[in-house]
């Protein structure tokens, strides 16, 4: 096993209030939780102390609601790295039992994905494509929109009785799109389509721990998808194959599809609630839901020193994990966090769809 160098950051992070840094808000910080996943909408939960000085007398100091409020726009950075940027949307005070520690003002903040998810409607696409669908919704919220994905054009597409957020995620998951905000721009891209560089972790280093996986039980060998084409008036069936969807991916590693049909047998699956109206959105639906599921073949739980390059949809290349696990991995989830006992450290949620051949 590698040697362990400084196992955790503890730096304290540091906090803006509507683009002005806030170092009294930054000291009172007790905890910090940023969450960001590949569907979209980041959140972040700050705990601050809420007992001192205020107006020369003790007392509650930032119940004034003159600093943190409703509404207000909080970024997080990590030096000058931005690590997260949204509004409040929630005040929670937490109240211990006398002696068991001072009280504290919870901060829920939202990125303006938040936007998309309060509003529902129902309504329809007509002759669109989902970047048609994203640049219109993009453009009700103030947004540009950038959609790098093979999106077909459909007679139509129906948001019913849905979240803007809800029907983009349900659109970008046919075209096997992430959804994220950056900025002011609404991104969608399929995931080999990401762009950016690889960040190198090395366990014993970077990497602090990380608890892998590889599991063949949701795996499958190829996937059908069914539906009835109304221009043709006829059934529909297009079915993806494992070795050719994921053939890009593998590299000189085992896919996990491959190593079922070998170890176990081939498992097919049919997925018929799709309802595509013709065989090309019936394949495109096929190959996209066949990568989603066999990219999770092996997960791994990862803590890392703090770096704000590590987002979800970026790519890592572990390594001092031994032939089976190093390598480069996609990050699905990640979660900054802070509190005042370990510091500043970084967990993620990695996949992939292969294993490294044994030593």
């Excluded at 207000?72 to 790295?81: E, M, S």
């Excluded at 959804?179 to 560089?197: D, I, N, P, S, Y």
């Excluded at 539906?227 to 890009?248: F, H």
């Excluded at 495109?284 to 949809?313: K, M, S």
Aim: hydrophobic residues 40%.
């Amino acid at each position: 096993m590698p040697d362990v160098s400084i196992p955790l950051s503890s730096g304290r992070p540091t906090v803006e209030v509507n683009g002005q840094v806030a170092s009294d808000l930054a000291a009172a910080l007790t905890a910090l939780e940023i969450r960001e996943r590949i569907d979209g909408l980041a959140q972040a939960q700050l705990a601050f102390g809420n007992w001192g000085t205020r107006d020369d007398a003790p007392g509650y100091t930032l119940f004034g609601r003159d600093r943190l409020e409703f509404g207000k726009q909080l970024a997080i950075k990590l030096g000058t790295d931005l690590l997260f940027s949204g509004r409040v949307m929630a005040l929670q005070a937490r109240f211990p039992k006398a002696g068991a520690g001072e009280a504290q003002l919870v901060v829920q903040v939202e990125d303006q994905l938040q936007d998309l998810r309060m509003k529902r409607r129902s309504r329809s696409f007509d002759q669109a494509s989902l970047a048609d669908a994203a640049q219109r919704i993009a453009s009700d919220h103030g947004l540009t929109a950038q959609v790098d994905a093979e999106s077909p054009t459909l007679p139509l597409l129906a948001q019913v009785n849905q979240s803007d957020l809800a029907f983009l995620r349900e659109q970008a998951r046919r075209c096997e799109a992430e959804v994220w905000l950056e900025g002011r721009t609404l991104h969608l891209a399929a995931r080999r389509r990401r762009g950016g560089g690889t960040l190198s972790l090395d366990y014993g280093g970077k990497l602090m721990g990380f608890d892998v996986r590889a599991d063949l039980a949701l795996q499958r060998t190829e996937l059908s998808v069914a539906g009835w084409s109304v221009a043709d008036k006829q059934a529909i069936k297009e079915t993806a194959r494992a070795d050719s969807v994921l053939s890009s991916e593998t590299g000189d590693g085992e896919a996990g599809a491959a190593l079922l049909q070998q170890k176990i047998g081939a498992r097919p699956d049919t997925v018929a609630h799709l309802h595509p109206g013709s065989a090309d959105e019936a394949r495109q639906l096929a190959e996209a839901w066949l990568r989603q599921i066999n990219r999770r073949f092996v997960v791994g739980h990862g803590l890392a020193q703090p770096d704000a390059r590590l987002r979800c949809g970026a790519s890592v290349e572990l390594t001092g994990l031994g032939p089976l696990f190093s390598g480069k991995y996609a990050l699905a989830e990640v979660t900054h966090r802070f509190d005042m006992a370990e510091g500043l450290r970084t967990e993620f949620v990695a996949e992939r769809p292969w294993i490294g051949r044994a030593a």
